[in-house]
């Protein structure tokens, strides 16, 4: 197993000049993230990523990014980029209302809507664009969104940028929802919002019983499936299609950047509903469109999750056999059933240590601290990908147990 240990785990902060009088709280606000553990590394990669990475100058086999599929280092997504760029040149110079919308990206939408079966798709910048402005765009002061506790930021930042009431209810407690929305008779739109694939926790949202709390509550319901876009369903569109549920959610957003392995988001439905978002979407209206080729490379990869479901399937049945060797090591991982696994630690210095344990044997496991997790639930992210060996995770499990264990 590569690990090159010749410069340490962390890069060192550049010395840096004093700030002006102005500026000065900001150290008291990083010795506060300090003396709590909270503070963040800014890691450099060098060179292409897949089963491996390099960080600070240190190779570990990478269990750290969301290239669930192997795209993002694969040639093929390169050379599509490479061919988009010739053609049509790098950046897209204004917004896609304007003139940045080419035919790369036409090309793009297009073959979202068909991976999705939906009539229209729209792309933005990234997926956090296409969360906050769709959010924005639907809901209002006046209405009320119900919205999972353990949502991404993107979802949090929309519900509060659209100054509509938000109501939170506990993770996937579909009665507790349901509460929430009689509660809110004189709302004049009502909107559920949910991850179907929960970033942090590996968790599934119970998405058949969220249809049919929308259908009885005569609510919106928008789904986010940044994590299961490329890994769930027969087409891979993900767990919309594979738990049959397209028929009860209304707006689909999702991003290109993890199993696709490129970048940006989009959100997909009803036409009428995409071309009523090119008026109301505020993320898409005032900000550059991303790089044509940038949508060439994505417009690949979905062909390729089109003509390698092995991937998908593969990468599913070396997930479930991860979790399975963890769980009779007797680790606590919550209640993870996907690609997605957490291994909870505790403290925020609890999980960095498991991480720097991880990294000594040659592994890279992210710990992730609040706010991305609630106080007191800090973990290390264990995210499976296509390209993991069986050598790979059973040698992972054994490195986990054997820290956990020890502590
Ligand atoms: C659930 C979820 N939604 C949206 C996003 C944002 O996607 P992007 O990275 O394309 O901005 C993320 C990214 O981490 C995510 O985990």
Same mark, same amino acid.
């Given at each position: 197993?590569?690990?090159?240990?010749?410069?340490?785990?962390?890069?060192?902060?550049?010395?840096?000049?004093?700030?002006?009088?102005?500026?000065?709280?900001?150290?008291?606000?990083?010795?506060?993230?300090?003396?709590?553990?909270?503070?963040?590394?800014?890691?450099?990669?060098?060179?292409?990523?897949?089963?491996?990475? /390099?960080?600070?100058?240190?190779?570990?086999?990478?269990?750290?990014?969301?290239?669930?599929?192997?795209?993002?280092?694969?040639?093929?997504? /390169?050379?599509?980029?490479?061919?988009?760029?010739?053609?049509?040149?790098?950046?897209?110079?204004?917004?896609?209302?304007?003139?940045?919308?080419?035919?790369?990206?036409?090309?793009?939408?297009?073959?979202?809507?068909?991976?999705?079966?939906?009539?229209?798709?729209?792309?933005?910048?990234?997926?956090?664009?296409?969360? /906050?402005?769709?959010?924005?765009?639907?809901?209002?002061?006046?209405?009320?969104?119900?919205?999972?506790?353990?949502?991404?930021?993107?979802?949090?930042?929309?519900?509060?940028?659209?100054?509509?009431?938000?109501?939170?209810?506990?993770?996937?407690?579909?009665?507790?929802?349901?509460?929430?929305?009689?509660?809110?008779?004189?709302?004049?739109?009502?909107?559920?919002?949910?991850?179907?694939?929960?970033?942090?926790?590996?968790?599934?949202? =119970?998405?058949?019983?969220?249809?049919?709390?929308?259908?009885?509550?005569?609510?919106?319901?928008?789904?986010?499936?940044?994590?299961?876009?490329?890994?769930?369903?027969?087409?891979?569109?993900?767990?919309?299609?594979?738990?049959?549920?397209?028929?009860?959610?209304?707006?689909?957003?999702?991003?290109?950047?993890?199993?696709?392995?490129?970048?940006?988001?989009?959100?997909?439905?009803?036409?009428?509903?995409?071309?009523?978002?090119?008026?109301?979407?505020?993320?898409?209206?005032?900000? /550059?469109?991303?790089?044509?080729?940038? *949508?060439?490379?994505?417009?690949?990869?979905?062909?390729?999750?089109?003509?390698? =479901?092995?991937?998908?399937?593969?990468?599913?049945?070396?997930?479930?056999?991860?979790?399975?060797?963890?769980?009779? *090591?007797?680790?606590?991982?919550?209640?993870?059933?996907?690609?997605?696994?957490?291994?909870?630690?505790?403290?925020?210095?609890?999980?960095?240590?498991?991480?720097?344990?991880?990294?000594?044997?040659?592994?890279?496991?992210?710990?992730?601290?609040?706010?991305?997790?609630?106080?007191?639930?800090?973990?290390?992210?264990?995210?499976?990908?296509?390209?993991?060996?069986?050598?790979?995770?059973?040698?992972?499990?054994?490195?986990?147990?054997?820290?956990?264990?020890?502590?």
């Amino acid at each position: 197993m590569p690990c090159h240990l010749d410069s340490p785990a962390r890069s060192s902060p550049a010395p840096a000049a004093a700030l002006p009088a102005a500026l000065a709280w900001v150290e008291a606000e990083l010795d506060s993230l300090r003396a709590a553990g909270l503070e963040r590394p800014a890691r450099v990669r060098q060179g292409r990523q897949g089963r491996e990475v /390099t960080l600070d100058r240190r190779t570990l086999v990478n269990f750290g990014s969301n290239d669930y599929l192997g795209y993002a280092g694969d040639v093929r997504l /390169t050379k599509a980029a490479s061919k988009g760029a010739c053609a049509e040149g790098f950046g897209a110079g204004a917004s896609p209302l304007v003139s940045g919308h080419s035919a790369a990206h036409e090309r793009l939408e297009r073959a979202l809507a068909d991976l999705l079966a939906v009539e229209a798709a729209l792309v933005f910048p990234s997926g956090f664009a296409a969360n /906050t402005a769709t959010i924005a765009a639907l809901v209002g002061p006046g209405d009320f969104i119900a919205s999972d506790a353990r949502n991404h930021a993107s979802i949090i930042d929309g519900c509060r940028l659209s100054r509509a009431e938000v109501g939170i209810y506990p993770h996937r407690d579909v009665r507790a929802l349901d509460s929430l929305l009689a509660a809110r008779p004189q709302a004049r739109r009502r909107l559920i919002v949910t991850d179907t694939l929960f970033s942090m926790d590996g968790t599934r949202a =119970p998405l058949a019983d969220l249809c049919t709390a929308a259908d009885r509550h005569r609510a919106m319901l928008l789904v986010d499936e940044a994590h299961a876009t490329g890994v769930f369903g027969g087409r891979g569109s993900g767990l919309v299609e594979s738990l049959d549920c397209a028929d009860g959610v209304h707006v689909r957003v999702g991003t290109l950047s993890k199993a696709l392995g490129a970048a940006g988001g989009f959100v997909a439905g009803p036409a009428t509903f995409i071309h009523w978002l090119r008026h109301a979407a505020r993320a898409w209206i005032f900000s /550059t469109a991303h790089p044509p080729a940038v *949508a060439a490379a994505a417009t690949r990869a979905i062909e390729l999750v089109a003509t390698e =479901p092995n991937r998908r399937r593969d990468l599913a049945a070396r997930a479930a056999a991860f979790r399975e060797r963890l769980q009779a *090591a007797g680790l606590d991982i919550g209640g993870a059933e996907a690609q997605i696994v957490p291994i909870v630690a505790g403290s925020p210095d609890a999980a960095v240590a498991l991480s720097d344990g991880l990294a000594a044997a040659g592994f890279f496991v992210p710990a992730i601290r609040p706010p991305s997790v609630p106080h007191g639930k800090s973990l290390v992210r264990v995210s499976v990908c296509w390209h993991h060996s069986d050598h790979d995770l059973t040698t992972l499990a054994e490195a986990v147990a054997r820290h956990a264990h020890r502590d």
